[in-house]
């Protein structure tokens, strides 16, 4: 039987390239993995690309073209394992507020000829399109976690990527806590772990590029988060941000104002 | 009549998506379309309701590779609407972030996605199998930069630290110290880049650009300045908007810039070297001495060796912050309390070239319009005429050799397609 490395390609759809270039910010670790796989189909760092199937996809941007509901189907039939990376690929990303809003408005206030844009009225995460193996989150994604997913899926095994809260992750890394002590609105207690609670490392609450943890207390956050004298559309606008399509942060939201009141 | 038609459908080793198309009808180029189809994501249209304080997260988002760029124009441009002003250590604090930026993202540009054009691979870990000490070094290189953006804003893509009026927390004298030692490594490293960058063999070719930068009194630009041209332009950033238009074409998602009356213009290291070469700080003055790089670089494939130069720079700089540093008594200028409605602008320097950033803000502090343009949308439309000027005169190629020449002429201008639309798919068409 053939021996080949595996084959890992990395699909761009709308996005920063933020979560792309994580891989690429794994400077120590870069040419350790290009040793162990064949980076098969990268088109931000080789103009190489070597034909599909690919046993493991990595998949940044959300899905807002009529071109790419087809391409993100080709992607998956040419992948054995599919993970996606990032807030975009996986909660649609902070372009999904056009979901909220009116998409041709949107393209008249942006471009001079917006009959030249060709756009869904929708920015929606890959999983709605095609079944997902594994979703890694944050906005940008956490290299360690890139690192573990990719380790993980190259040895058969599941991702060690926990669900807990910043809270878990803020307490292990000896944070005072700026919700309790400083009396910060901050969202750690019902977004997931990940980015290693640096918004409270320097003295700012958590505003959730990670998206909901596992099981987030919504009601309670609210209410604290209004005991601390945030108003409601500021508490709205906070939710509706970088994962506004992620299911508790677009409840929340929508808890957070009164229907009238909603921007 | 020979008709040649040349597809790229993705232009690979830039950030973004993009394509090519030229048509060339006998020995003419008859139409050149630089087209980007990295999809709109309508950014100036969501931030209509919100806050002004949520502008530098929100416009981050627009690009991973340069974020402090549109955090810093973002604050800036606040600033200016609220009447605020940023001085002392926060002003050089905020400069010190975006060194970690510049140090960062040329690095990477040289390295891992210009290096292998100059050197015939596809990519930097083929590179790296036969020139492995290169490719270490520019990682390390990169890596340093990722370091100071880390101190500074907890994370190099979507720094959390930066907000208007300066930072979340400021850093301890000992926090600095730290990343003293590998700063100095750095600076080695730097210096090392230009020698190996000037040491590659470039294309002669020479092109009549109008550079457009930022030009500061006391230092190389970055945060603040004046909009100057070696045509003449000199604005105050303020008035941007009255002497340079984006116009949008057919074939792209992206606007494009022009300077109104006199077409393209080309922003980015070319434009700040040959605009402010005389405020280089010494061992950046004395390494592009040493490896004899003129004062004005017209070759748009030498804009390597002045990217290593502006790495010499912000490291030496960085070094030059740390070393003089004092913490300040508030970590950020208390934004007012009362507001009226207001209008502010603001440029800063990108490591791609001028970001600017216009916000109209209502009497709560809520953005009611936005305008930002962005480097790689100014250099679209130079860009192309690079190219034009290059199937021009290469009409002997063949299909596949003229394509990967066009290629690799985009990439000069490490052109940032995310950006852009707030990428390349090459098309040759020869009929």
Redesign the interface.
């Known amino acids: 039987m053939p021996v080949h490395k595996p084959r890992v390609a990395v699909w761009?759809?709308?996005?920063?390239?933020?979560?792309?270039?994580?891989m690429?910010?794994c400077?120590?670790a870069?040419?350790a993995i290009?040793d162990k796989v064949e980076?098969a189909n990268?088109?931000?760092?080789?103009?190489?690309v070597v034909e599909g199937p690919y046993d493991l996809s990595l998949v940044e941007g959300s899905v807002?073209?009529p071109e790419?509901v087809r391409r993100v189907k080709e992607v998956r039939a040419e992948s054995r394992v599919l993970v996606t990376i990032g807030a975009c690929a996986t909660a649609g990303?902070?372009?999904a507020?056009?979901n909220f809003?009116d998409?041709d408005?949107?393209?008249r206030?942006?471009?001079?000829?917006p009959q030249?844009?060709e756009?869904l009225a929708t920015?929606t995460p890959i999983a709605d399109h095609v079944p997902v193996d594994f979703e890694l989150r944050g906005?940008?994604i956490s290299k360690a976690q890139l690192l573990e997913v990719i380790s993980a899926y190259l040895t058969n095994r599941a991702p060690n990527v926990p669900n807990e809260s910043v809270c878990i992750e803020c307490k292990r890394r000896g944070n005072v806590c700026v919700l309790v002590a400083h009396g910060t609105p901050c969202l750690g207690p019902v977004t997931q772990a990940g980015?290693?609670a640096?918004?409270p490392?320097?003295?700012?609450g958590c505003?959730g590029?990670f998206g909901p943890q596992g099981s987030p207390n919504v009601p309670s956050m609210l209410k604290e988060l209004g005991e601390l004298g945030m108003a409601p559309l500021?508490m709205y606008?906070v939710f509706r941000?970088?994962n506004a399509m992620a299911p508790a942060f677009r409840s929340a939201a929508d808890s957070a104002v009164s229907e009238e009141d909603a921007? | 009549m020979i008709e040649r038609t040349i597809h790229v459908d993705?232009i690979?080793?830039?950030?973004?998506?993009g394509a090519l198309k030229v048509r060339i009808r006998g020995d003419t180029v008859e139409d050149l379309e630089l087209k980007i189809w990295?999809?709109?994501?309508?950014?100036?249209?969501?931030l209509?309701?919100?806050?002004y304080r949520?502008a530098p997260?929100?416009t981050a988002?627009?690009?991973?590779?340069c974020?402090v760029a549109y955090q810093m124009s973002a604050c800036h441009a606040m600033e200016h609407a609220l009447g605020m002003r940023v001085h002392g250590e926060l002003r050089t604090l905020r400069r010190l972030l975006y060194c970690g930026e510049w140090i960062e993202s040329h690095a990477?540009h040289i390295y891992?996605?210009h290096a292998?054009d100059f050197l015939g691979y596809?990519?930097?870990?083929?590179l790296?199998k036969e020139h492995?000490e290169a490719?270490?070094k520019g990682?390390?290189l990169?890596?340093i930069g990722?370091e100071l953006m880390q101190v500074l804003g907890?994370?190099?893509?979507?720094p959390?630290?930066v907000r208007v009026g300066g930072?979340?927390?400021v850093p301890t004298v000992n926090e600095l110290a730290a990343i003293r030692p590998a700063l100095e490594r750095a600076m080695g490293l730097a210096e090392e880049t230009v020698r190996f960058a000037s040491g590659l063999s470039f294309p002669n070719i020479e092109e009549d650009y109008e550079f457009v930068s930022l030009r500061h009194e006391h230092e190389y630009p970055m945060n603040e300045g004046e909009v100057v041209s070696n045509r003449g332009v000199k604005i105050p950033m303020s008035e941007f908007e009255d002497v340079f238009e984006?116009?949008?074409?057919?074939?792209?998602?992206a606007?494009q810039s022009v300077h109104k009356g006199a077409g393209s213009y080309l922003v980015g290291p070319l434009a700040r070297y040959a605009l402010n070469h005389d405020k280089l700080l010494p061992r950046a003055r004395s390494i592009a001495r040493e490896v004899g790089l003129e004062d004005v670089v017209r070759n748009p494939y030498r804009s390597v060796i002045v990217r290593g130069v502006e790495i010499v720079q912000a490291v030496e700089e960085s070094l030059k912050i740390i070393d003089a540093y004092r913490p300040p008594d508030e970590?950020y200028v208390e934004p007012p309390a009362s507001f009226h409605a207001s209008t502010g602008a603001a440029i800063t320097e990108a490591p791609r070239g001028m970001l600017y950033h216009r916000y109209r803000l209502n009497e709560e502090g809520l953005i009611q319009e936005a305008k930002i343009v962005a480097p790689t949308s100014q250099n679209q439309k130079r860009i192309e005429d690079d190219v034009r000027h290059l199937v021009s005169a290469s009409l002997s190629l063949d299909d596949t050799a003229l394509t990967d020449a066009c290629?690799k002429a985009i990439r000069n201008h490490d052109p940032?397609i995310?950006c852009a639309t707030?990428f390349l798919k090459l098309d040759i068409e020869r009929t």
Request: aromatic share 12%.
């Open positions: 761009k759809f709308a996005s920063c390239d933020g979560c792309q270039l994580t690429l910010d400077e120590d870069l040419l290009a980076i990268f088109r931000e760092a080789s103009s190489a807002t073209t790419d990303g902070i372009q507020l056009r809003a998409v408005e949107y393209r206030l942006v471009y001079a000829q030249y844009i756009t920015s906005c940008p980015c290693g640096i918004c490392a320097f003295h700012r505003y590029c500021p606008r941000t970088f921007p | 993705y690979a080793r830039v950030e973004g998506e990295e999809p709109p994501r309508f950014f100036e249209a969501f209509r309701g919100r806050s949520e997260d929100i988002r627009i690009c991973g590779i974020p990477l891992l996605l292998p596809p990519d930097a870990l083929r790296a492995p490719v270490k990682l390390e990169k890596k990722n907890g994370r190099e893509i979507h959390v630290n930072f979340y927390r984006e116009t949008h074409a057919p074939y792209s998602n606007l970590p290629e940032c995310s707030h």
